[in-house]
């Protein structure tokens, strides 16, 4: 199984920066997609960017230009640089990532969450 502890969240200022990172551990063949969420109070949770194994990534029209993911397969680490940040970033930010972990002696891909922190942009 995986287990992601996220860091870096705090509280930053209109235009300020943050860079969240993320490390993987646990017992799992490989790491796949690795992803960036964030889920602000009253809200559904919602996908921020993605990085997959190759380094393809992607992002949410609201963060494009603003926002760059980033990964470490040596460290199985993900990064969220976060620049000229707006009081509507302001969220939990939690990791996922999809890994190949062994199930009854089979490897099946499963998806996993990190405890999430917080980010917070005053303005």
């Known amino acids: 199984q995986v287990q992601l502890l996220e860091s870096g969240g705090g509280l930053v200022q209109a235009g300020g920066s943050l860079r969240l990172s993320c490390v993987a551990s646990?017992?799992?063949?490989?790491?796949?997609?690795m992803d960036w969420y964030r889920q602000a109070p009253g809200e559904q949770r919602e996908l921020v960017a993605v990085i997959t194994s190759v380094g393809s990534t992607n992002y949410a029209d609201s963060v494009k230009g603003r926002f760059t993911i980033s990964r470490d397969n040596a460290k199985n680490m993900v990064y969220l640089q976060m620049n000229s940040l707006k009081p509507e970033d302001t969220a939990v930010y939690y990791c996922?990532?999809?890994?190949?972990?062994?199930?009854?002696?089979?490897?099946?891909?499963?998806?996993?969450w990190g405890q999430g922190t917080q980010v917070t942009v005053s303005s």
């Open positions: 996922n990532c999809n890994a190949d972990v062994s199930v009854y002696g089979y490897y099946r891909p499963k998806d996993y």
């Open positions: 646990g017992s799992y063949l490989r790491i796949n997609r």
